[in-house]
């Protein structure tokens, strides 16, 4: 299925419709069933660069570089909040495993925690390790931790009750472009603009494996099915390895015509949805694009 749409994208938990948001700087909820689009949101000032969708509400959560974090309400199709956080571009959202927070990362070299709620800003803290800005941001499934890429090649692990560094991860060159957690807690995986994507063992604080892509093979995005046995990521194809000592490549989809910048399972891994820059949404069944 394909849509006219946007470059950045969730799946809305237990329905079969996904929210995308892009250059357009709007928002769209698209019915997989339906196959059509359920509503649009308007409000941001400029592209959309990350939609989370909430996990037990309707609700959805976007940033854009405009600076503001928006909350929207699905069912009166408005928006509830707007945060302005963060003194630059926002680069990365993240719902806290409670649905009643969201982590945020900024080019101005902070991350923020908010009450989706209230709108209100909890804390905000510096990186002042970093020289540039933060690129994204992650919480792991316990809630207790959470990641961030910079765009000088770090990533590194926070502990959120003491708002401190608790480790780096410091292999990769070029800017951080995408971090996931596994649902297990046991793995996380990133990626830079260096070709390759690393796999961690969080238990052990140590890189298990490294997965060389093609040449100019550039990961816009990350993400691992529930199991923690499937990572799917998101460049020039949409791809899928399973997780093991070999991290095999399992399957492969050549369907957009521009990169794609977003990669999502379904649930009980039934298909995937995509985004691309080339304005499109496509989803896959596990063994052929559809």
Known sequence: AVVSTQSTGDLLPNTKRTVTGGADKNIVLFGKEEEKIVCTLKGHTKKVTS?????NEKAIVSASPDAQIRIWDIDSESCRHVMRVHDGPV???SLHPTGDYVLSSSTDQHWAFSDIHTGKL??????QSVSHGLTCCQFHPDGLI????TSDSLVKIWDFKEQKSAANFPSHSGPISALAFSENGYYLATSADDEVVKLW????????????LEDKYTVKSLTFDNSG?????????????QISKQC???QTWKAHTQDATSVKFGPNVDYLASVSNDRTLKFYSSSSSA
Do not use: E
């Open 51 to 55: 939609v989370v969708a909430h996990p």
């Open 91 to 93: 680069t990365g959202l």
């Open 122 to 127: 909890l804390c905000k803290v510096a990186d």
């Open 146 to 149: 959470f990641g961030t890429g």
């Open 201 to 212: 063992d969080l238990r052990k604080l140590k890189n298990f494996k490294t997965i060389t």
């Open 229 to 241: 046995h499937y990572l799917a990521v998101a460049g020039p194809d949409v791809r899928v390895y």
């Open 248 to 250: 095999d490549l399992i």
